[in-house]
């Protein structure tokens, strides 16, 4: 059983970073691809950046292309998002997950392992 367990969300004014970390344990997370996803207050969850289980490859919502970045180390078993420029639109929960494959999802049904989320309050 993955346990993943998100830190690093707060409280930035607009234009501002943060860097979302995802710890995995428990089971095995090199080799799975990982995502990031998220939900803001009034609406369903959506996807925001996945990438594969080696790292080489990545997509990215359009609302946050060029602003975040997703990446992973695989011997420390953690993900991460980096979050740059970033906008009171972009406020939400913020999950990270694994997937139920090596390959990357833009889905929620293509990943099987979720933590709690962390929150990210982006002020005007």
């Known amino acids: 059983q993955v346990q993943l367990v998100e830190s690093g969300g707060g409280l930035v004014q607009a234009g501002g970073s943060l860097r979302l970390s995802c710890a995995a344990s428990?089971?095995?997370?090199?080799?799975?691809?990982m995502g990031w996803f998220r939900q803001a207050p009034g609406k369903e969850r959506e996807f925001v950046a996945t990438?594969?289980?080696?790292?080489?490859?990545?997509s990215y919502a359009d609302a946050v292309k060029g602003r975040f970045t997703i990446s992973r180390d695989n011997v420390k078993n953690m993900g991460y998002l980096q979050m740059n420029s970033l906008r009171p639109e972009d406020t939400a929960v913020y999950y990270c997950?694994?997937?139920?494959?090596?390959?990357?999802?833009?889905?929620?049904?293509?990943?099987?392992?979720w933590g709690q989320g962390t929150q990210v309050t982006v002020s005007s």
């Open positions: 428990g089971g095995t997370f090199g080799g799975f691809g």
């Open positions: 997950a694994r997937s139920r494959s090596l390959l990357p999802g833009t889905t929620e049904r293509q990943y099987n392992y």
């Open positions: 990438i594969n289980g080696a790292g080489g490859s990545t």
